[in-house]
């Protein structure tokens, strides 16, 4: 296998959220939602880390517990896009013809809602925005791009020799989509994952900074930014903490990515 | 001729996308519950009021028919009345979306003005480490969400140096210079972002491109490197950049919301925002379908210059005998 | 066939090694030499991978970035290996050009083919003073002759409809009117030498004899010298009198066409020649393969 610095550095940040989101299952500095008013704004140090928040909120245990709707966007996301993507992709590419067209149309359709014009849609229609409403507007969001990856690399796979020997020896289309497509585009699904991942994080980020995802009370990094602007001017430090969770989470993601594109096949591309 | 039968071909796809979106968007807000009875009448109403601005909205109608005419109000230029104060709603986006098409347009010339050099430079240079460096700090670039890069830059230029005003937005009728300045810290942002994704693609655009044959064919006849890449590379790549410089202006066009509310900028994004908090479902509806409308023209833009660069599907493929 | 060696050859090619990828891996070209003179048509003959095609491309100057090239290629006395971009350009498409294998994916898809073979001439138009002789202006003034200069290559290069085609786009454009527009391009500067790499591999078998008609008349009209490389033996002695065998990036074998169709000296041109001549085999019997002549170093195969 070939070594990759991209993969492992990818690999570095992403265990390093994983690792955070985990501990934070079991155990947390303080209460993330435990208003401390006479510990308002403390600066980095001990007992907090990272200082407190304009509530006296401690920001170590609030970036500790955001990783979870952070890493929770990221699943739901390839999860959705993965399992409805997918098939579509590869019955487009079989099918061809009216049907293919059709599926592809409609991919396109979706690329003039992204997720955040998803979630703001939803939100209207459901009195306000939840997690629920931002994660399935993230997850539709990702559709698309697993439909146009599944679909390109389909086709490679439909029109290499063995495959059309396998047709023409009367092997059924569900068949070969089974045991010759499928297994032939995983890496190019997995590579496409770790990007679509990270979009996830980023549109959950702007998501909650607008206040149309988690509640205030749940801790996510793009809603600690928003809770940190009144501050910028005096306490930049409030910002820092959040702002860095997020850049680390999407570079490990997409440094991942490339890795695994570098490692599994140099000449895939990415669909954003 | 065939050029002709292939842009209505586009025309037909972007007018049936757009009554596809709209109805879309049209069900989702009014089969889902809630009801815009109550944003109007308060929680308290009584049943009859309720009855009876019910039938005088139309709102006991099938839907599909409530549909149909509100689809003939839009094409008469009625885009609905704001259920709050019963305003057009027509006339409350058109101020908000020359804010945002100021933000947009120029984030979007400053992105290009940064990463096509910046792409084309690191295809030229992708053994050196010069070209490397260009991807490396691409890759920071793109981890970083544009608001966040917003309020990083306040934090810097507004809250530290004092040289740009962090926020508000004047008209450029009023104070050109002044809309400028307010406007550079948005578009910075903007622009950093986009451009960090906009980069790595024109790279890639560049070397498939210089991988080519016709490529080493236009150094045999005595191109220089450089030069063949201007001269040949440049169209070829630009049917790859074209397609994602339409993506990424439509996601502005969304992810605008987001930044105008960084810097506090009376945009579309802030009146979306603010109309589905007060659950003004028309005026939503409204934005909504103005902001698909928009990103459905970019996509036929998009199309259209392909049509333009591409000789391939402009004539067909008759060979001359 | 040169009995007096001129003072400097037209390309003297000395001690060539061209090595991909990292230092120290096994070079595609192993220290090669040979010389080519003014008029001369050599054709350069090996099967796939032997190092034909590097060399080729080492002598162009167009190896891609990150490609080993040691030894001397000489053009005219002056070395080349090493030679700037600039000065490399001001020699290619004009003293030496070159045609390749692939004619569908040669030419840019979206430039007619007229303004792609007019650049031929803009590129170098300064330095063809000849031209400018003939029609009777001054150097400068050749661009706004460029597409009378165009049409005539092309109707030289035996194309049909020269207007329609220099107005066509490539796509529009049958691999064989691609391959010959592609010649014409080599030829319109009067080169010394033109290199030809497997050109008619990709056309038609029909197509390939038109084309190396041709192209043949188009190199004596001209009287460039050539290097023709091919696998194919047949295809090399309808353009060259000369030939050189390439065997893993070593050139084993080099004569006249006759001498080394009548008498080769190396297992691999043996099998080569055999295998070309299968109209000597008995109806019914098995084609003779290459390994049946290779008793070589490797020991050789089983029939």
């Known amino acids: 296998m070939k070594r990759s610095a991209s993969l492992i550095i990818g690999a570095a940040l992403v265990g390093v959220v994983v690792l955070a989101c985990l501990v934070s299952l079991v155990w947390l500095p303080f209460d993330p939602n435990h208003v401390v008013p006479s510990a308002r704004l403390a600066s980095p140090g001990w007992p907090h880390l990272m200082g407190t928040d304009g509530l006296g909120l401690d920001i170590f245990s609030r970036v500790l517990a955001g990783s979870r709707i952070c890493l929770l966007a990221g699943i739901i996301a390839v999860a959705i896009g993965a399992i409805i993507g997918v098939p579509l992709g590869v019955a487009g590419a079989a099918t061809g013809g009216v049907w293919g067209q059709v599926i592809m149309r409609a991919a396109d359709l979706v690329y003039a809602f992204p997720a955040l014009l998803l979630a703001i849609l939803l939100a209207a229609a459901r009195g306000g925005g939840s997690v629920a409403t931002a994660m399935v507007a993230i997850g539709i969001a990702s559709v698309p791009a697993f439909i146009r990856i599944a679909r390109g690399a389909s086709l490679q796979v439909l029109s290499q020799d063995y495959v059309l020997a396998a047709r023409a020896a009367g092997t059924t289309r569900a068949r070969i989509a089974w045991s010759h497509v499928l297994p032939n585009i995983a890496p190019v699904v997995l590579v496409q994952s770790s990007v679509s991942f990270g979009l996830a994080i980023l549109a959950e980020a702007a998501l909650s900074y607008l206040g149309l995802s988690a509640p205030a009370t749940t801790p996510a990094w793009g809603r600690m930014l928003y809770d940190a602007q009144p501050y910028l001017f005096s306490d930049p430090n409030l910002a820092t903490w959040p702002g860095l969770a997020i850049a680390v989470a999407v570079l490990g993601f997409n440094l991942l990515g490339d890795g695994l594109r570098d490692v599994l096949d140099p000449t895939l591309r990415e669909v954003r | 001729m065939r050029l002709s039968r292939l842009l209505l071909g586009r025309l037909a796809a972007f007018v049936v996308s757009l009554l596809v979106a709209s109805l879309a968007v049209f069900l989702l807000l009014n089969l889902l519950p809630g009801d815009v009875t109550a944003v109007i009448l308060g929680n308290n109403a009584t049943p009859a009021a309720v009855a009876h601005l019910r039938s005088a909205m139309g709102l006991d109608d099938p839907v599909l028919l409530r549909y149909v005419h509100w689809l003939a109000g839009v094409a008469h230029g009625n885009l609905g009345a704001s259920a709050f104060t019963g305003e057009p709603v027509a006339g409350l986006i058109v101020p908000k979306l020359a804010v945002t098409i100021s933000l947009v347009g120029g984030g979007m010339v400053l992105a290009m003005v940064l990463a096509l050099p910046a792409g084309l430079f690191a295809a030229l240079h992708r053994r050196q480490a010069s070209g490397q460096m260009v991807l490396a700090t691409s890759q920071l670039g793109m981890a970083v969400p544009a608001f966040l890069a917003g309020i990083v830059l306040v934090v810097v230029f507004a809250a530290r140096l004092r040289w740009l005003p962090a926020g508000n937005y004047v008209p450029l009728t009023s104070d050109p210079l002044d809309w400028f300045r307010h406007l550079i810290l948005p578009w910075v942002s903007l622009a950093l972002v986009q451009g960090a994704v906009l980069v790595r693609y024109v790279r890639g655009a560049f070397l498939d491109v210089m991988d080519q044959d016709y490529m080493r064919t236009a150094r045999s006849i005595g191109w220089r490197r450089r030069r063949a890449v201007w001269r040949h590379g440049l169209r070829n790549a630009a049917l790859q950049i074209v397609t994602v410089l339409g993506l990424q202006l439509a996601t502005l066009f969304v992810g605008a919301v987001v930044i105008e509310n960084v810097f506090v900028l009376p945009g579309l994004g802030s009146l979306l925002l603010r109309s589905v908090n007060g659950r003004d479902l028309p005026l939503v509806q409204a934005i909504v379908l103005v902001l698909v409308a928009l990103i459905l023209m970019i996509n036929l833009l998009v199309d259209v210059a392909y049509l333009v660069i591409d000789p391939r599907l402009r004539t067909g493929r008759a060979v001359v005998e | ?303």
């Not at chain 3, 000065?87 to 390749?100: K, N, W």
């Not at chain 3, 202006?137 to 194309?159: F, K, N, S, Y």
Request: proline fraction near 5%; charge should be negative.
């Open chain 3, 1 to 303: 066939m040169s009995d007096v060696p001129e003072a400097v050859p037209l390309l003297a090619v000395d001690g060539l090694s061209v090595t991909f990828g990292r230092a120290g891996a096994s070079p595609a070209v192993r220290d090669i030499a040979f010389t080519l003179s003014s008029g001369e048509r050599w054709g350069l003959i090996g099967e796939s991978g032997s190092g034909k095609s590097a060399t080729a491309l080492a002598i162009m100057g167009l190896l891609p970035e990150g490609v080993h090239v040691h030894g001397s290629v000489r053009w005219r006395g002056g070395e080349l290996v090493g030679l700037g971009d600039a000065a490399y350009s001001r020699l290619r498409g004009d003293a030496m050009t070159m045609v390749f294998q692939e004619p569908m994916t040669a030419l840019d898809p979206t430039m007619t083919v007229g303004r792609q073979v007019a650049e031929v001439l803009r590129l170098h138009y300064v330095r063809r003073a000849a031209d400018a002789q003939r029609y009777g202006v001054g150097p400068e003034r050749i661009r706004g002759h460029a597409r009378e200069r165009v049409l005539g290559v092309l109707a030289e290069v035996g194309l049909p409809d020269v207007e329609r085609i220099a107005d066509s786009f490539p796509h529009q454009l049958s691999g064989g009117q691609r391959q010959l527009v592609l010649i014409g391009m080599a030829l319109m500067n009067s080169p010394l030498l033109v290199i030809c790499d497997e050109p008619t591999t990709a056309l038609d078998v029909t197509v390939q004899a038109t084309v190396l008609r041709l192209l043949d008349a188009g190199l004596s009209a001209v009287g460039a010298a050539c290097l023709f490389i091919s696998h194919d033996l047949a295809v090399v002695s309808q353009v060259c009198s000369q030939v050189m065998v390439m065997y893993q990036g070593r050139i084993v074998e080099r004569g006249s066409l006759a001498q080394v169709l009548g008498a080769p000296a190396h297992p691999y041109t043996r099998g080569l020649v055999a295998t070309a001549a299968i109209d000597a085999v008995p109806p019914g019997e098995r084609l003779p393969v290459i390994g049946d002549f290779w008793a070589g170093e490797d020991g050789g195969r089983d029939g």
